[in-house]
């Protein structure tokens, strides 16, 4: 009998140690990042941009397994592989933002390869692009755009007499027949003075 309880005994204690060793390696499995503590961290830097514009993605706690990291988000152009620096290591990349990407907020989501089954998530606000106002070039001789707010600063290109043309925001600059204002223009990239152009509706400050 003693002997039969001494066999249970370690029956029991080698399936309470197989039955442990078993959950270690579950619980393994859903641990994001093995090794580190911690789920690895996302951030985008900005964490907002306009359209058409560029970010940087940051991921640090990732394991030091992994063969790659990528990022991905329905608001890029496409899936960016991180470059790996330091150790412990973090990983970088910067990302283009689509120039339709729909504004408001965008997630973006970080994995590795080759390091177990984890993922990163961030989030990135996507601005509207700003309100357009139509112009008419008053001036009979035409007006040039320049590159800064004032007369002296290069000429970027034209407008003739009557043409329409957009009007981005408007800042304060060198004075041209009394009006201050400048309107910004986006093609030919640069700036036309107030005082030659007839806008459509009131032109909102540039931040």
Do not use: E
Not at 158 to 186: E, H, M, S
């Amino acid at each position: 009998m003693m002997f039969r309880s001494a066999v249970s005994g370690c029956a029991a204690v080698a399936l309470a140690s197989v039955a442990m060793t078993g959950f270690a390696q579950a619980d393994a499995r859903t641990v994001p990042a093995a090794g580190t503590g911690a789920a690895p961290r996302a951030m985008i830097t900005p964490s907002t941009a306009k359209q058409g514009g560029v970010v940087t993605v940051k991921v640090v706690g990732a394991p030091k397994t992994c063969r790659s990291v990528q990022a991905r988000s329905d608001a890029f152009a496409r899936t960016v592989a991180l470059a790996k620096k330091g150790n412990p290591p973090v990983y970088t990349g910067r990302a283009g933002v689509r120039a339709k990407a729909a504004p408001g907020a965008h997630q973006v989501t970080v994995g590795g390869v080759g390091c177990g089954k984890w993922v990163g998530k961030a989030k990135l606000t996507v601005l509207a692009p700003p309100k357009v106002v139509k112009g008419k070039v008053s001036s009979k001789l035409g007006i040039n755009v320049r590159k800064q707010p004032t007369s002296k600063s290069a000429v970027t290109g034209a407008f003739r007499k009557g043409q329409t043309i957009d009007l981005i925001c408007r800042k304060a600059g060198q004075p041209v027949g009394g009006n201050r204002t400048w309107y910004q223009v986006k093609i030919p990239k640069g700036w036309v003075a107030a005082r030659y152009v007839k806008a459509n509706g009131a032109v909102p400050p540039c931040k």
